[in-house]
């Protein structure tokens, strides 16, 4: 049987008249971190269990996909990089057809690391460390997807630009099924992104980029996949150029209050693959 949630998503709002901003690391003296408010709304999270197949990335901007990983520590972050980042664009590369593929992650490896404590060599927490995002979002926005693109591929970015370019978040689980904090996903065909989208400024100490706050609409549709596993890949699209397909999906973390208490708490990895469709 299905196990639909319901449940409430934190929503944007805006807390002032000045342009959505969030810092990435620390805020100069005398400034919010960010200025990102909150609407807190009731909704139905749909368990795609029983029917994955029914989804896909073109379609509804995201799809649920089954891999098993050689990695299985999670513990090496160079491992990580040599062995999973490779894995997790393989995967959509070999499901999707995309002639070129490169990967990258968030501004530390560690930020991709939910819901484990990471410490450097002094015993200290580390920053980059953080718990499953719990705000309706979308990882960058069109303009940013493209800076992104150039970022990443230097003089060769004109080139590639020239056909399909998409980036997809490959997000799984590790060590335990999801009880607390599981993902939910965003069907693209219910949103609305010309008025749901928010552009927020996104600002590192070297660069600004930019990510999509979300604004409640109660149209859109949300599904998870109930005690996902290890096991059970969620493919989410942040950007597609082309415009005749769902373009991107919103997602968040959201409280499930039927969890087992005695659960072990979420920890996840993500990978984010830029794949372009020009040799």
């Not at 799984?172 to 993902?183: E, F, S, T, W, Y």
Request: charged residues 30%; glycine residues 4%; hydrophobic residues 35%.
């Amino acid at each position: 049987m299905p196990r639909n949630i319901s449940t409430t998503l934190n929503y944007f709002e805006p807390l002032d008249e000045e342009a959505p901003y969030q810092y990435a690391l620390t805020a100069p003296e005398g400034k919010l971190l960010h200025n990102l408010g909150v609407d807190t709304r009731p909704v139905i999270i749909h368990d795609a269990r029983g029917k994955q197949e029914s989804f896909s990335l073109d379609k509804n901007g995201f799809q649920f996909v089954r891999h098993v990983s050689q990695e299985t520590s999670f513990e090496d972050d160079e491992e990580i990089k040599t062995t999973y980042y490779e894995e997790g664009g393989v995967l959509f590369w070999h499901r999707e057809g995309a002639s070129h593929f490169t990967n990258f992650a968030s501004l530390r490896l560690s930020s991709v690391i939910f819901g484990r404590r990471k410490r450097n060599h002094n015993g200290e927490d580390e920053p980059g460390a953080r718990g499953p995002v719990e705000r309706v979002h979308v990882d960058q926005t069109f303009d940013a997807s493209v800076l992104r693109v150039q970022r990443e591929l230097g003089d060769e970015a004109d080139h590639y630009l020239k056909g399909r370019v998409r980036i997809i978040n490959v997000w799984r689980p590790i060590r335990n099924p999801v009880a607390h904090k599981p993902l939910a996903v965003s069907d693209w065909r219910c949103l609305v992104p010309e008025r749901d989208l928010v552009s927020v400024r996104l600002i590192y100490p070297n660069r600004t980029s930019s990510t999509f706050s979300v604004l409640h609409n109660p149209d859109h549709k949300w599904y998870y996949l109930a005690d996902q596993t290890p096991e059970e890949v969620t493919l989410i699209k942040c950007y597609d150029s082309a415009v005749d397909r769902a373009r991107l999906s919103p997602h968040s973390a959201f409280l499930d209050k039927t969890s087992p208490p005695e659960a072990p708490h979420r920890e996840s990895i993500e990978v984010r693959c830029l794949a372009f469709d020009v040799e």
